[in-house]
């Protein structure tokens, strides 16, 4: 069974400073990795993913994320965050062995302060 | 292109009552999914369609729920004699057929009150 992880319920942080959203992952076989956000009352858009290639993914709106298989981790970053990135972030992950089915983490909140 | 489509945003129905929710893909996308999402919670699978075929309904519950996804026409997620405990945010996704993984594209969600 796969399975996600994201140990921080709530992150806070001042505007222009670096953002860091972490999520580590079990699965079986290679891992196909996802990141999320969620704003109130509206469903989830896609900011990344990685399936192949290079471990730096970089995303939608100045995010990035680094996969590590060595940690099993796919950690999403921004350089500076916005106040407009406050939101819910998922990180989701996937397999071959699951089909397309998505696995998600519980998610975290990001808030950041102006 | 539109995104992919759900109606209605929000549904409320009484115990006992049937509750019908709809997802309609992106244009070319084969591919459904519908997760629920519990407050406070992230999202967990339920159920995986293509065209006239569940693929995997692994995450369905056994009794009351029901998906299908017909020829023509959108997905429609089926919920028998709700229970206040079918009180979730129920969102599709869709994604094209491919060899290939893509992404999913998420609706809006249909928010369902069981009072």
């Known amino acids: 069974a796969q399975s996600v992880a994201q140990p921080e319920d709530q992150v806070n942080v001042a505007e222009g400073n670096p953002l860091t959203v972490k999520c580590t992952y079990s699965v079986s076989g290679n891992p196909y990795l996802f990141w999320y956000v969620q704003y109130p009352n509206r469903g989830l858009q896609f900011l990344l993913k990685?399936?192949?290639?290079?471990?730096l993914v970089k995303g939608s709106y100045g995010f990035e994320a680094e996969f590590n298989k060595s940690q099993t981790s796919f950690h999403l970053k921004k350089p500076s965050a916005l106040v407009s990135d406050s939101a819910l972030y998922f990180c989701a992950v996937s397999s071959k062995a699951a089909g397309n089915k998505l696995t998600f983490g519980g998610g975290t909140r990001v808030l950041v302060k102006p | 292109n539109a995104g992919v489509m759900q109606n209605p945003r929000h549904l409320v129905r009484r115990r006992g009552q049937e509750a019908r929710l709809r997802c309609s893909p992106m244009k070319g996308h084969s591919h459904v999914y519908w997760y629920r999402q519990l407050p406070e919670e992230g999202l967990k699978f339920m159920v995986y369609l293509q065209k006239e075929n569940i693929i995997d309904e692994s995450g369905m519950p056994k009794e009351r729920f029901s998906a299908e996804f017909p020829k023509e026409g959108p997905s429609i997620l089926r919920i028998q004699q709700v229970v206040r405990g079918d009180s979730a945010a129920y969102f599709c996704a869709s994604s094209p057929p491919s060899i290939s993984y893509n992404e999913q594209f998420f609706g809006p969600g249909t928010r369902l009150t069981v009072l």
């Open positions: 990685y399936i192949t290639g290079d471990n």
